[in-house]
């Protein structure tokens, strides 16, 4: 069956420095993956997407590296701050329906 | 712009009631409508999807039906609750046609407890 795997242990970092989270999947080929940011006790965010056919995608402080034979994408928050800290979720989809399947998330704490 | 509205927001149910969260969008049509489920520690489970009036798809076999009575309106129900179905439940929608990998676009949540 498809499965996604995010760390599970929270991840915690200094202030200003680069934050990277991993996402590897197994048993699926994905037309796309997305990232979430999700906060406590709130739905999840879109922050960003990237399609099979890309290798990196940027949006300001954000970066996602998506790498189809690994299996695997990574996702950057560079200059981290205090304000980056929730929960990061990845999200593999494809189809006309655009389910999404999402890992378990990755709880990202950045302290001052 | 386009918004969505999930309630209630927070409900505590005896075991063997009944259930029903409502979700509906607005500023768009035809969307593809979805509930999620998450446990507590744990990651997004799809219940169920929709991609039209009445045209409901069941991802896992569980004790919740799901019904879209109307294009923006899409609601989860249950006639027996079990102490299994508490959890943080999400509506979202994503515009139709996403083979391209349209963003899904999540409600503020409703959580359940069995008790």
């Known amino acids: 069956s498809q499965k996604i795997e995010q760390n599970s242990e929270a991840l915690n970092i200094q202030e200003g420095k680069t934050a990277t989270l991993t996402c590897n999947y197994t048993?699926?080929?994905?037309?796309?993956l997305q990232w979430y940011r999700q906060d406590p006790g709130r739905g999840p965010v879109f922050l960003l997407l990237?399609?099979?056919?890309?290798k990196e995608k940027r949006k300001e402080r954000l970066k996602v590296t998506f790498d189809t034979t690994l299996k695997q994408s990574l996702f950057h928050i560079t200059a981290s701050q205090p304000a980056d800290s929730a929960t990061y979720l990845c999200?593999?989809?494809?189809?006309?329906?655009?389910?999404?399947?999402f890992g378990t998330g990755t709880l990202l704490a950045v302290q001052p | 712009s386009q918004t969505i509205h999930q309630w209630p927001a927070t409900l505590v149910q005896p075991v063997g009631s009944p259930l029903s969260l409502e979700c509906t969008v607005e500023?768009?049509?035809?969307?593809?409508l979805y509930w999620y489920r998450q446990a507590a520690g744990r990651g997004l489970q799809l219940l169920f999807y929709?991609?039209?009036?009445?045209?409901i798809s069941s991802e896992v076999p569980q004790n919740l039906s799901a019904s879209r009575p109307q294009d923006r309106q899409f609601i989860l129900s249950s006639k027996k609750l079990l102490l299994s179905d508490s959890g943080f439940y999400l509506c979202?929608?994503?515009?139709?046609?996403?083979?391209?990998?349209?963003?899904?676009?999540f409600g503020e949540g409703s959580w359940l407890t069995v008790v």
């Open positions: 979202a929608w994503s515009a139709w046609g996403g083979s391209s990998g349209n963003t899904i676009y």
């Open positions: 048993n699926y080929s994905p037309a796309y």
């Open positions: 990237i399609r099979e056919n890309e």
């Open positions: 999200a593999l989809g494809g189809g006309a329906t655009n389910k999404l399947i």
């Open positions: 500023g768009t049509s035809n969307p593809n």
């Open positions: 929709s991609v039209g009036i009445g045209q």
